[in-house]
């Protein structure tokens, strides 16, 4: 069973526009809504390759029912726990003369209190368990405590379940000190981690993901947008291409990877497939309109495209 949590889930608004830039007016010629937010894109993704979830975490207001909808429609299974605020709104600027440029501007989010966390905890306990992956991703409201994966991922790895995170700064570091199964930064996500600038040779991304194996993460995929992955875990490295694609909106690309390994592991298929799996997904989440899926079909064709390079032992 994949448990997918979603703190700050979100309305993807994408405007499509041409010639972005600040300080002007643009005419939008393409609005698109989606159900989106970090966990929610995975619980839709893992849905697109054929795979079952459970989509939790906290919904607010108006906006919080229509994204209850949105996954009532796609038959995804559910159980959000209610907040007083309102679910936020992101907006996506697709500049759609430069292919794949987006602007994005996503809320805070509403506030959660300590209440609605423990409400929270006692869901996810209810679906702990050995064969529980869960997968907690993306911001949390301002109002609560940046340890909050950390907190949630001991507690659930003491009832043998797997889990996945995939965060940035204070919670991501507070995250690995829990020691989760699976962690994907991106490459400027864990150079940020180390202080570093994100321009760092490939040895020194490298070297960077060993370091956090040696925190006690299993396994770790450094996302590197069009030039594909590395992926570390303590017995080998490996990285792969990145796939050409069409690129409309890179939106929901890394959700889409994170996605697809899950779903790889929770399937049982052998890991070097998962990562090209998870590739594969990325790149055709990046040909989707909005915040969206790719189709199983594209995902399979672009598979075949999906190299695998040893890099250690
Ligand atoms: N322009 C692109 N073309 C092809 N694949 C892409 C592109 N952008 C992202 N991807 C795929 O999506 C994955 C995640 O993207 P990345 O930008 O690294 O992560 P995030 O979305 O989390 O910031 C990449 O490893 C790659 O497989
Ligand atoms: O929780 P955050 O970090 O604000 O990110 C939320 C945004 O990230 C997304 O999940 C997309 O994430 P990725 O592009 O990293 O896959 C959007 O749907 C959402 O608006």
Redesign the pocket.
């Known amino acids: 069973m994949i448990v997918t949590v979603t703190m700050n889930p979100a309305i993807d608004k994408t405007l499509d526009v041409e010639n972005f830039t600040g300080g002007t007016i643009h005419r939008v010629t393409k609005v698109i809504q989606d159900a989106g937010g970090k966990g929610i894109n995975v619980s839709k993704t893992i849905h697109a390759l054929g795979g079952e979830t459970i989509a939790t975490g906290f919904l607010g207001g108006s906006s919080g029912r229509m994204i209850e909808h949105a996954l009532d429609e796609l038959h995804i299974e559910h159980q959000f726990v209610y907040i007083e605020g309102e679910t936020r709104t992101n907006v996506k600027v697709v500049d759609t003369t430069k292919k794949?440029f987006v602007t994005e501007f996503n809320e805070p989010g509403p506030t959660v209190t300590q209440r609605d966390i423990q409400t929270l905890t006692e869901t996810l306990e209810l679906y702990a368990g050995p064969s529980t992956i869960f997968v907690f991703s993306g911001s949390v409201p301002a109002s609560v405590d940046k340890d909050v994966y950390g907190f949630l991922t001991r507690k659930l790895r003491k009832r043998q379940s797997t889990v996945f995170v995939d965060a940035a700064g204070q919670l991501l570091e507070e995250a690995i000190k829990a020691k989760p199964f699976l962690i994907k930064p991106?490459?400027y996500e864990i150079t940020r981690h180390f202080n570093l600038s994100e321009d760092v040779s490939e040895e020194t991304l490298i070297d960077l993901g060993k370091e956090l194996l040696a925190k006690g993460v299993n396994t770790i995929v450094i996302?590197?947008?069009?030039e594909?992955?590395i992926f570390l875990d303590h017995q080998r490295a490996f990285k792969t291409n990145?796939?050409q694609?069409q690129?409309h909106s890179?939106v929901g690309?890394?959700d889409a990877?994170l996605a697809a390994l899950a779903y790889g592991l929770d399937a049982d298929i052998p890991y070097e497939d998962c990562a090209r799996l998870a590739?594969a997904t990325?790149?055709g989440a990046?040909t989707t309109l909005g915040t969206k899926p790719p189709a199983r079909e594209l995902v399979d064709e672009l598979v075949k495209d999906v190299l695998i390079y040893p890099l250690w032992p």
Not at 223 to 226: A, D, L
Request: charge should be positive.
């Open positions: 794949g991106n490459a996302s590197r947008g069009q594909g992955a990145g796939i694609v690129a890179t690309s890394g990877m590739i990325s790149a990046c």
